[in-house]
T-cell receptor
Framework: RKEVEQDPGPFNVPEGATVAFNCTYSNSASQSFFWYRQDCRKEPKLLMSVYSSGNEDGRFTAQLNRASQYISLLIRDSKLSDSATYLCVVNGGTSYDKVIFGPGTSLSVIP | EPEVTQTPSHQVTQMGQEVILRCVPISNHLYFYWYRQILGQKVEFLVSFYNNEISEKSEIFDDQFSVERPDGSNFTLKIRSTKLEDSAMYFC??????????FGPGTRLTVL
């Protein structure tokens, strides 16, 4: 099983749509979880950390299910500027362990 | 807003040559990282650095690679004898508590 797996893309959605991305991870000792976005040929940018209780930041909601080793990201009211690759990122048991990036899911928001 | 910077933005080198990629992490951060991303592939961890030593490295980070923090601000990645397959985007990242990492804009390395 790969360390971090994500939905294969691409997701093509109209403006205003709600879209959900899923991610699973294999290391049950992982303690920290993140969603990053990456624009073409740019660096990954932190979108949000993912907490056990779930967390929301504007149009973005992240959920974590430790029992299922599953993370999700929900984007409501999609905007053209949301078009990017969304990366699920998980690290190991200690905070400075290496982080493992998922392969990413590509999102295109269409006018 | 503080940010991670990297130089150069693009480096072209001949196979077998040494390259040094430079990074200036965010000033109060304590944890430093290098990643690479081959075109069209996922971001791959290379090495993490804390308290002036390597804390973890991946299988990619072999004897050809080394890292150094030569002064209080720079963090460098050296590739001793570049290979064609080293062509990639190299990202530096830093973190204050070893949790959320902030990435620099990357150095695109092209090995000919």
């Amino acid at each position: 099983r790969k360390e971090v797996e994500q939905d294969p893309g691409p997701f093509n959605v109209p403006e205003g749509a709600t879209v959900a991305f899923n991610c699973t991870y294999s290391n049950s000792a992982s303690q920290s979880f993140f969603w990053y976005r990456q624009d073409c040929r740019k660096e990954p940018k932190l979108l949000m950390s993912v907490y056990s209780s779930g967390n929301e930041d504007g149009r973005f909601t992240a959920q974590l299910n430790r029992a299922s080793q599953y993370i999700s990201l929900l984007i409501r009211d999609s905007k053209l500027s949301d078009s990017a690759t969304y990366l699920c990122v998980v690290n190991g048991g200690t905070s400075y362990d290496k982080v493992i990036f998922g392969p990413g899911t590509s999102l295109s928001v269409i006018p | 807003e503080p940010e991670v910077t990297q130089t150069p933005s693009h480096q072209v080198t001949q196979m077998g040559q040494e390259v040094i990629l430079r990074c200036v992490p965010i000033s109060n951060h304590l944890y430093f990282y290098w990643y690479r991303q081959i075109l069209g592939q996922k971001v791959e961890f290379l090495v993490s650095f804390y308290n002036n030593e390597i804390s973890e490295k991946s299988e990619i980070f072999d004897d050809q690679f080394s890292v150094e923090r030569p002064d209080g601000s720079n963090f460098t990645l050296k590739i001793r004898s570049t290979k064609l397959e080293d062509s990639a985007m190299y990202f530096c990242a830093s973190s204050d508590l070893g949790n959320e990492q902030f990435f620099g804009p990357g150095t695109r390395l092209t090995v000919l």
